[in-house]
């Protein structure tokens, strides 16, 4: 009988011990997966998209900066002011949700999120994915050969940080590493 009661807690050490790995590589996984999406986010915003070499001082564009050099140069052409209006609220409506992403995946961090948490994330997701459009056709239409912009970096660290960030607020799977539902 004592062997079989030596056994039993024996199995439920290792049961134990088993238990607390998992959690502990769960937390790995997920910790790393949301600290590349909020690198690649951060970098993808704060790197050039394009580069305006027509004009005698060069202007780069980044998405960190593009809805503030959007409105401060309303003025300036009077007949493109509702569309630069419109602009400039785009890319501080993207600005925002750059930033929400970023909060977001720090916010998993503690592995531990409610309902409410992830709603927001799937929303924030789904915006940023609609908004990678922008970097996009920037980076395109500066790489034409008609035009003297540069396109720059910031669409290779962009597009995939969303993608990523996405896969980890609407993938199952990924979502049980971060956010207990109950």
């Given at each position: ?32 997966l949301t600290f590349v999406a909020a690198c690649l ?101 500066a790489a034409k050969p008609e035009t003297d912009d ?33």
């Amino acid at each position: 009988m004592a062997d079989n009661e030596t056994d039993v807690e024996r199995i439920r050490r290792r049961l134990l011990d088993l238990e607390v790995r998992v959690h502990t590589l769960e937390s790995i996984a997920i910790r790393s997966l949301t600290f590349v999406a909020a690198c690649l986010l951060m970098l993808g915003s704060a790197l050039p998209t394009f580069t305006d070499a027509r004009a005698f001082d060069p202007m780069t564009v980044r998405l960190l900066t593009a809805p503030f050099e959007v409105f401060g140069s309303l003025g300036e052409n009077g007949d493109e002011e509702g569309f630069g209006a419109a602009m400039g609220l785009a890319f501080l409506g993207l600005l925002a949700c750059i930033l929400t992403a970023v909060g977001l995946c720090f916010a998993t961090w503690r592995r531990w999120a409610g309902p409410g948490l992830v709603r927001t994330a799937q929303i924030v997701a789904v915006l940023l994915l609609i908004g990678t459009l922008a970097p996009v056709l920037l980076t395109f239409a500066a790489a034409k050969p008609e035009t003297d912009d540069t396109p720059g970096p910031a669409v290779w660290y962009f597009v995939p940080g969303a993608i990523l960030f996405a896969a980890i607020a609407f993938n199952e799977q990924l979502r049980q590493l971060w956010c207990r539902e109950d």
